[in-house]
């Protein structure tokens, strides 16, 4: 499908404008294709780290209600974008969906004792996506508080934190149900995961179009049908799950934890930041302009307020996809009713409980080898984000200190024994009272995302941008060593 046949090139860089109906369905699809599997994939570990996928306490009917409200409020965040209401919606091409960046603070807000579960997490996604929304007021001004040293180290945690959770998927699960199994770690789950990694491995590399673009969705397909004929997909939930379903206003009711409320709080921050990039990224990949404060502060108004209606019907937190960005730039297609027509599918099949229903039935071990390949291009992309870092000795010392303490908390989360230690239920005690005390802290600290994301901020705004002792000029010798030697061979 070439640009000619869309559109003049004014009219592709055109927003309002709406190519021709066989053009732009297509055109709709293809959107939902790049950013489904990502979409789903966090309400599928949530419910397994919820107990209602796997394990005595299984609820299937609550993983596919999750699934559908993934698949519904993506499609209704995606709309606040493009069509928009009052202040609300950038008005752009921009694609809604549910979040990974939220993950590492949900997973052990999820595990820990006494946290409500998914009341507590539901109410704090509804929180969190309002006080989200209110950052539109002034998120422009604490740009300055998150430059790519701070972001891309946040965003290269994210992808630490969650490729633990691609490993267990492929060896059979996360959680202590799953690795009891005989088959956990067998080489039956490894070959299931290994077949989605090496077709979407092939087609990315090797494939154009919207087979490119739908790797590992395509990839998960042919998964499906490998774990399929080697009996463990399980289809005996299909027959129960009805045709058509609507939402429900606080299934899960509500419950308000601190530690899933400052968490989700906290995350917005950076929630916020990445759909301002993504925005800019549209701007200037779609029509070679810069993006507006108002299509800034409206893109942040639908981020919170789309985030806040999931939770309220049981659904995750919302942020814009960046892979949809780069889809837009390769069309060359900037035109928001593009994007609508994929929103209304999205909707359309949340309405379907059929469809959640199938979704549910993906083999963990399938699953676990498309997240490998998503989960290790978050982390790719915080080091993309990293490459645009000036890597003098201040801040080297800033991402080394940050880093150490965030991953050393999540690999050793009793290490503040000075002040707490666990119980056997994994409760947090005062260290000599007896007492408990809340889970907000242990949560929060033992997550590792927030301790790095906080001192990386604190020392970027504290430290003096020159440190001016001899390591500095050793290093800037060094770099420009470097850099000559590059350009002599």
Same mark, same amino acid.
């Given at each position: 499908?070439?640009?000619?046949?869309?559109?003049?090139?004014?009219?592709?860089?055109?927003?309002?404008?709406?190519?021709?109906?066989?053009?732009?369905?297509?055109?709709?699809?293809?959107?939902?294709?790049?950013?489904?599997?990502?979409?789903?994939?966090?309400?599928?570990?949530?419910?397994?780290?919820?107990?209602?996928?796997?394990?005595?306490?299984?609820?299937?009917?609550?993983?596919?209600?999750?699934?559908?409200?993934?698949?519904?409020?993506?499609?209704?965040?995606?709309?606040?974008?493009?069509?928009?209401?009052?202040?609300?919606?950038?008005?752009?091409?921009?694609?809604?969906?549910?979040?990974?960046?939220?993950?590492?603070?949900?997973?052990?807000?999820?595990?820990?004792?006494?946290?409500?579960?998914?009341?507590?997490?539901?109410?704090?996604?509804?929180?969190?996506?309002?006080?989200?929304?209110?950052?539109?007021?002034?998120?422009?001004?604490?740009?300055?508080?998150?430059?790519?040293?701070?972001?891309?180290?946040?965003?290269?945690?994210?992808?630490?934190?969650?490729?633990?959770?691609?490993?267990?998927?492929?060896?059979?699960?996360?959680?202590?149900?799953?690795?009891?199994?005989?088959?956990?770690?067998?080489?039956?789950?490894?070959?299931?995961?290994?077949?989605?990694?090496?077709?979407?491995?092939?087609?990315?590399?090797?494939?154009?179009?919207?087979?490119?673009?739908?790797?590992?969705?395509?990839?998960?397909?042919?998964?499906?049908?490998?774990?399929?004929?080697?009996?463990?997909?399980?289809?005996?939930?299909?027959?129960?799950?009805?045709?058509?379903?609507?939402?429900?206003?606080?299934?899960?009711?509500?419950?308000?934890?601190?530690?899933?409320?400052?968490?989700?709080?906290?995350?917005?921050?950076?929630?916020?930041?990445?759909?301002?990039?993504?925005?800019?990224?549209?701007?200037?990949?779609?029509?070679?302009?810069?993006?507006?404060?108002?299509?800034?502060?409206?893109?942040?108004?639908? &981020?919170?307020?789309?985030?806040? *209606?999931? %939770?309220?019907? #049981?659904?995750? $937190? !919302? @942020?814009?996809?960046?892979?949809?960005?780069?889809?837009?730039?390769?069309?060359?297609?900037?035109?928001?009713?593009?994007?609508?027509?994929?929103?209304?599918?999205?909707?359309?099949?949340?309405?379907?409980?059929?469809?959640?229903?199938?979704?549910?039935?993906?083999?963990?071990?399938?699953?676990?080898?498309?997240?490998?390949?998503?989960?290790?291009?978050?982390?790719?992309?915080?080091?993309?984000?990293?490459?645009?870092?000036?890597?003098?000795?201040?801040?080297?010392?800033?991402?080394?200190?940050?880093?150490?303490?965030?991953?050393?908390?999540?690999?050793?989360?009793?290490?503040?024994?000075?002040?707490?230690?666990?119980? &056997?239920?994994?409760?947090?005690? *005062?260290? %000599?009272?007896? #007492?408990?005390? $809340? !889970? @907000?802290?242990?949560?929060?600290?033992?997550?590792?995302?927030?301790?790095?994301?906080?001192?990386?901020?604190?020392?970027?705004?504290?430290?003096?941008?020159?440190?001016?002792?001899?390591?500095?000029?050793?290093?800037?010798?060094?770099?420009?060593?470097?850099?000559?030697?590059?350009?002599?061979?």
């Amino acid at each position: 499908m070439t640009e000619a046949s869309i559109g003049t090139p004014e009219q592709l860089r055109d927003p309002n404008y709406t190519p021709p109906l066989a053009k732009a369905v297509p055109l709709g699809i293809q959107h939902v294709l790049a950013m489904f599997v990502s979409n789903v994939t966090p309400a599928i570990i949530i419910s397994s780290v919820a107990g209602i996928a796997f394990g005595p306490d299984a609820d299937p009917e609550a993983r596919v209600y999750l699934l559908q409200m993934a698949m519904m409020f993506a499609g209704v965040a995606t709309l606040f974008q493009t069509i928009g209401f009052g202040p609300v919606g950038a008005r752009l091409p921009i694609v809604q969906g549910t979040s990974f960046a939220f993950l590492p603070v949900m997973i052990p807000a999820m595990v820990g004792a006494g946290t409500a579960g998914l009341a507590g997490l539901m109410t704090g996604v509804v929180i969190g996506g309002l006080f989200h929304a209110c950052l539109g007021i002034f998120v422009g001004r604490i740009r300055f508080a998150l430059p790519p040293l701070v972001t891309g180290l946040i965003v290269l945690m994210i992808g630490l934190a969650l490729i633990k959770v691609g490993i267990e998927y492929a060896a059979g699960g996360a959680g202590d149900f799953n690795r009891s199994k005989p088959t956990w770690g067998g080489m039956s789950n490894w070959f299931q995961a290994g077949v989605v990694l090496f077709v979407t491995l092939a087609l990315k590399f090797f494939a154009r179009g919207m087979l490119s673009v739908s790797a590992v969705l395509i990839g998960l397909i042919v998964g499906y049908v490998v774990a399929f004929l080697m009996g463990d997909v399980n289809l005996s939930g299909l027959g129960g799950a009805a045709w058509v379903a609507l939402p429900q206003p606080f299934k899960f009711g509500i419950a308000f934890n601190p530690a899933i409320i400052i968490g989700m709080c906290l995350m917005a921050f950076i929630s916020a930041i990445e759909t301002v990039g993504d925005v800019s990224g549209i701007t200037k990949g779609g029509a070679d302009r810069e993006a507006t404060d108002k299509e800034v502060t409206g893109a942040t108004y639908a &981020d919170g307020l789309g985030s806040a *209606l999931a %939770g309220v019907f #049981g659904s995750l $937190p !919302n @942020t814009s996809f960046s892979q949809n960005v780069g889809l837009i730039a390769m069309t060359g297609v900037m035109s928001r009713h593009v994007v609508t027509i994929g929103a209304i599918f999205l909707i359309a099949c949340g309405l379907v409980p059929k469809v959640g229903a199938v979704i549910s039935t993906i083999p963990i071990q399938v699953l676990g080898g498309g997240v490998i390949v998503m989960f290790g291009m978050v982390a790719a992309a915080g080091l993309s984000m990293l490459s645009d870092v000036n890597w003098n000795s201040r801040n080297m010392i800033i991402f080394a200190v940050a880093l150490s303490v965030g991953l050393g908390l999540q690999q050793v989360p009793d290490a503040f024994n000075i002040f707490f230690k666990f119980d &056997d239920a994994g409760a947090f005690l *005062l260290n %000599g009272g007896g #007492g408990k005390i $809340p !889970n @907000t802290f242990g949560i929060l600290m033992t997550s590792g995302l927030l301790p790095a994301a906080f001192i990386a901020i604190i020392l970027n705004l504290l430290l003096p941008k020159t440190i001016g002792d001899e390591a500095e000029a050793e290093l800037a010798g060094a770099v420009v060593g470097i850099k000559d030697n590059s350009k002599q061979s």
